[in-house]
T-cell receptor
Framework: NAGVTQTPKFQVLKTGQSMTLQCAQD?????MYWYRQDPGMGLRLIYY???????DKGEVPNGYNVSRLNKREFSLRLESAAPSQTSVYFC?????????FGDGTRLSIL | AQKVTQAQTEISVVEKEDVTLDCVYE???????LFWYKQPPSGELVFLIR??????QNEISGRYSWNFQKSTSSFNFTITASQVVDSAVYFC???????????????FGQGTILTVHP
């Protein structure tokens, strides 16, 4: 899907476990994003990275950390998962003012 | 602050009917982009259209058309002669330039679930 790859596609965690969601794009884009999608709320921005080596908080950053170690990859980490973080997570990269999304990661926290 | 409102939570139509999905936005910026994305039952997000704030021309792409009116801060989406394959969640989104510091961040509406019955 437009060169943005997310892994894994599905994951079930127990409360308190940690996990890293991976995202990679092969289009040499500078900016990358992480969103979460919850029913009735659309997508909300968690963190974004305007360029390699920089990251900034979005609308709902609490409980998450991110890493942009190189231009291709932008990972999202849950240090201590909580049931409220059950959601579908989307990664995106920016091409000419338009964001293109990965296929999403469905994460359930029990 | 930016805001996108899609007042229609769910719409149900019969195949071949025309349907319009409403989108109203709020922003203080003069330069911004508006988008529509489609999310079919398989879950991925598919980009449909981008419109910048200086271009109020309506656009048509096959059975899809978009009506952008700055005077009412609306960017509505019409599907003509709907088909079952149009069943999906549709999201309207806004990205403002914010002096060049917004880095393309999107503000999404809540989404409209469209169901097209055969």
């Amino acid at each position: 899907n437009a060169g943005v790859t997310q892994t894994p596609k599905f994951q079930v965690l127990k409360t308190g476990q940690s996990m890293t969601l991976q995202c990679a794009q092969d289009m040499n884009h500078n900016s990358m994003y992480w969103y979460r999608q919850d029913p009735g709320m659309g997508l909300r921005l968690i963190y974004y990275s305007a360029s390699e080596g920089t990251t900034d908080k979005g609308e709902v950053p609490n409980g998450y950390n991110v890493s942009r170690l190189n231009k291709r990859e932008f990972s999202l980490r849950l240090e201590s998962a909580a049931p409220s973080q059950t959601s579908v997570y989307f990664c995106a990269s920016l091409q000419e003012s338009t964001q293109h999304f990965g296929d999403g990661t469905r994460l359930s926290i029990l | 602050a930016q805001k996108v409102t899609q007042a229609q939570t769910e719409i149900s139509v019969v195949e071949k009917e025309d349907v319009t999905l409403d989108c109203v936005y709020e922003t203080r910026d003069t330069t911004y982009y508006l988008f529509w994305y489609k999310q079919p039952p398989s879950g991925e997000l598919v980009f449909l259209i981008r419109r910048n704030s200086f271009d109020e021309q309506n656009e048509i792409s096959g059975r899809y058309s978009w009506n952008f009116q700055k005077s009412t801060s609306s960017f509505n989406f019409t599907i003509t002669a709907s088909q079952v394959v149009d069943s999906a969640v549709y999201f309207c989104a806004l990205s403002s330039n914010a002096g060049g510091t917004s880095y393309g961040k999107l503000t999404f509406g809540q989404g409209t679930i469209l169901t097209v019955h055969p």
